[in-house]
């Protein structure tokens, strides 16, 4: 314990944050800093590497679950367990338990999972992201955790980058009128509140992280991790330019890039990473790294690790995402400071800002879950939410050949229901659903397109589905009115879901070409990104929407396709001809986009909408 807690101005909630920071730190040990600088996985995360260690933060990787389908209250027995390992450190400084809510809670079995950034990005309604923000937080909340991992406002300008689905769209004013997503997450600060400085509302907010600074969606040839080359004036226009608006809003924490900028790692950038988001900027809250980013300072990463660290810290990172390694990372950073190599100012810094933020997120008053949230996971009103985004996001790209042919018939007697993704919910979810990588089947609870059809139509229109369609069902197509054949990409995060060649995987093309030689058919796309489409698909679809990765409520999708609602969405980025023409830069001669940014028709109006 403490000497004397009334003297402890830390622990007074009624001290001001900065008094409370500081008498904090004057009490720490080297040590207690550094450990506050460590975040490690769950996995290991004993009672003893935290109170021993004095860990700072807690996350767990996407996929890494106290157990399969973990109800809630799982989830916030577990964090809890954690913290009560920290609390009974010497100083009782509370973990910051962080999760991957990226689009809605999207670890958690049963939470409400919403559209993609990209999908967002097409509905261009900044206060939609906003209550989409303030419902993740209560999900996060319920579960214990106090830190999402949100949002990316990377600005993407190649479709081939295999995190495209993770931005808002290719202009920094699209992603920068997204960003009210941090709002929403973490509440709306006061007129007066001071730029750059963190802010969270209360126990129904949570720390927001805008990622990945700066530059992760303009690498060369959309590579993951890759090269962005560019002047700083450019960078600044097109990457920058979102964070800003996120500082504005009192963002919390900023992780770097795993990227470069020009050929320099961001993780190591000291000019990008303290003299612009830092100085120029004027972020207060605290600058993480991503998973393992330190070791890739090297190659092959891991490698000259103390190096790493060395560089990684000086150049200002605060929190390093270990996540497994903690006692070499924690015990070289010891040995750094010890013989001069990293300042103790540098570390003094880093624990001041993690400590900004702990104390503005009211850990130290507020350490355990409210489990009277517990009802909020998946609830209702969130779900309505999602539905809602999901109307607001689709992108209607063709609509009849020689008249409308949407909204369709509800009352048909027959109709042909087609394809991969028509009934497999973590195909519609995609990537950082469940896990990292995402899965196939139904992986949570929600409504697939089929049984949004199923659920819509009279009572007596049958509904045929078949995954593939047979050869007998084509045969017999004067039997049905219509088809839907709903086609796409499987899941897939980060570098794995890199592609130069941006084919409709699973013979897609071919099927919806196939039925719609044969009967009328609306082909709707699940992606995260702009797809080749082959001048016979075009040509032979009566209807085309772009559906993005809609989340868990795809009866989105059938309040629009049977016209209970108009298609409002507008492409967040260019639609390219062919792969060769990327990047397409709307800004460069010789754009010819099959279709251009801001493009999207509407059943009421046919005219598409070429704003921005």
């Known amino acids: 314990m403490v000497d004397n807690e009334k003297s402890c101005v830390y622990k007074n909630p009624d001290a001001p944050v900065e008094a409370r920071v500081q008498d904090l730190l004057s009490r720490m040990t080297l040590p207690e800093k550094i450990g506050q600088m460590t975040q490690i996985e769950r996995t290991v995360a004993s009672p003893a590497a935290i109170t021993d260690f004095f860990i700072g933060s807690v996350l767990n990787a996407a996929g890494s679950w106290p157990l399969e389908d973990a109800r809630p209250s799982d989830w916030a027995d577990m964090i809890d367990g954690f913290q009560r390992s920290a609390l009974a450190s010497r100083l009782g400084i509370p973990i910051i338990y962080?999760?991957?809510?990226?689009?809605?809670?999207?670890?958690?079995?049963?939470?409400?999972?919403?559209?993609?950034?990209?999908?967002?990005?097409?509905?261009?309604?900044?206060?939609?992201?906003?209550?989409?923000?303030?419902?993740?937080?209560?999900?996060?909340?319920?579960?214990?955790?106090?830190?999402?991992?949100?949002?990316?406002?990377?600005?993407?300008?190649?479709?081939?980058?295999?995190?495209?689905?993770?931005?808002?769209?290719?202009?920094?004013?699209?992603v920068s009128e997204m960003t009210s997503l941090v709002s929403g997450l973490q509440g709306q600060p006061p007129k007066e509140h001071l730029n750059g400085y963190p802010f969270v509302a209360g126990r129904k907010n949570v720390v927001a992280c805008a990622k990945h600074f700066v530059g992760d969606g303009g690498t060369y040839k959309g590579k993951n991790e890759g090269n962005t080359i560019l002047s700083y004036e450019d960078l600044r226009r097109i990457h920058i330019a979102p964070y800003k608006k996120c500082i504005e809003q009192g963002v919390s924490t900023v992780m770097a890039s795993y990227s470069s900028w020009n050929g320099d790692k961001l993780h190591s950038h000291?000019?990008?990473?303290?003299?612009?988001?830092?100085?120029?900027?004027?972020?207060?809250?605290?600058?993480?790294?991503?998973?393992?980013?330190?070791?890739?300072?090297?190659?092959?990463?891991g490698s000259n690790y103390r190096n790493c660290v060395k560089i990684g810290i000086n150049a200002g990172i605060d929190m390093v995402m270990v996540p497994f390694k903690y006692e070499r990372f924690i015990q070289d950073l010891i040995d750094l400071v010890e013989s001069g190599e990293v300042p103790m100012a540098r570390v003094d810094d880093a624990v001041e800002r993690i400590l900004r933020v702990k104390f503005v997120a009211g850990l130290f008053e507020h350490p355990f879950t409210n489990r009277f949230l517990f009802p909020a996971v998946g609830c209702k009103e969130h779900r309505e939410l999602a539905r809602e985004a999901v109307r607001k996001s689709l992108v209607l790209l063709k609509n009849g050949k020689c008249g409308p042919f949407l909204p369709l018939d509800c009352n048909a007697k027959r109709i042909l229901v087609v394809g991969t993704h028509a009934d497999d919910l973590g195909y519609q979810c995609g990537g950082w659903?469940?896990?990292?990588?995402?899965?196939?089947?139904?992986?949570?609870?929600?409504?697939?397109?089929?049984?949004?059809?199923?659920?819509?139509?009279?009572?007596?229109?049958?509904?045929?589905?078949?995954?593939?369609?047979?050869?007998?069902?084509?045969?017999?197509?004067?039997?049905?009115?219509?088809?839907?054949?709903?086609?796409?990409?499987?899941?897939?995060?980060?570098?794995?879901?890199?592609?130069?060649?941006?084919?409709?995987?699973?013979?897609?093309?071919?099927?919806?070409?196939?039925?719609?030689?044969?009967i009328p058919t609306?082909?709707?796309?699940?992606?995260?990104?702009?797809?080749?489409?082959?001048?016979?698909?075009?040509?032979?679809?009566?209807?085309?929407?772009?559906?993005?990765?809609?989340?868990?409520e795809g009866q989105g999708i059938a309040d629009v396709i049977f016209g209970d609602y108009d298609f409002q969405g507008k492409l967040p980025m260019s639609w390219f001809k062919s792969v060769d023409q990327l990047p397409l830069d709307i800004e460069a001669n010789g754009y010819f986009p099959l279709f251009p940014l801001g493009f999207g028709l509407s059943c009421d109006a046919m005219e598409n909408s070429k704003q921005v």
């Open 433 to 518: 659903t469940k896990t990292m990588f995402g899965q196939s089947g139904r992986i949570t609870i929600g409504t697939t397109l089929l049984d949004a059809i199923k659920a819509t139509v009279g009572d007596k229109t049958e509904v045929v589905f078949e995954k593939t369609p047979s050869e007998k069902t084509l045969a017999s197509s004067e039997r049905f009115s219509y088809a839907i054949v709903a086609v796409g990409e499987p899941p897939y995060a980060e570098t794995k879901g890199d592609n130069s060649e941006l084919i409709i995987p699973f013979n897609g093309s071919e099927i919806v070409t196939a039925v719609a030689e044969k």
């Open 522 to 552: 609306l082909m709707i796309l699940f992606s995260g990104r702009p797809m080749v489409l082959e001048p016979k698909v075009l040509e032979k679809t009566e209807a085309l929407v772009a559906a993005w990765l809609p989340g868990t």
């Open 270 to 301: 000291y000019l990008l990473l303290t003299e612009v988001l830092k100085q120029e900027l004027g972020f207060k809250g605290y600058l993480a790294s991503d998973w393992e980013g330190l070791d890739r300072l090297s190659d092959p990463p």
């Open 98 to 174: 962080g999760i991957d809510a990226v689009h809605g809670n999207n670890d958690v079995y049963g939470a409400t999972v919403f559209p993609h950034n990209i999908g967002l990005g097409a509905t261009r309604d900044a206060d939609l992201v906003r209550r989409i923000g303030a419902a993740t937080a209560l999900e996060v909340r319920a579960i214990g955790a106090h830190l999402a991992f949100a949002p990316c406002v990377a600005t993407v300008k190649d479709p081939r980058w295999g995190r495209c689905y993770e931005s808002y769209g290719e202009v920094p004013t699209i």
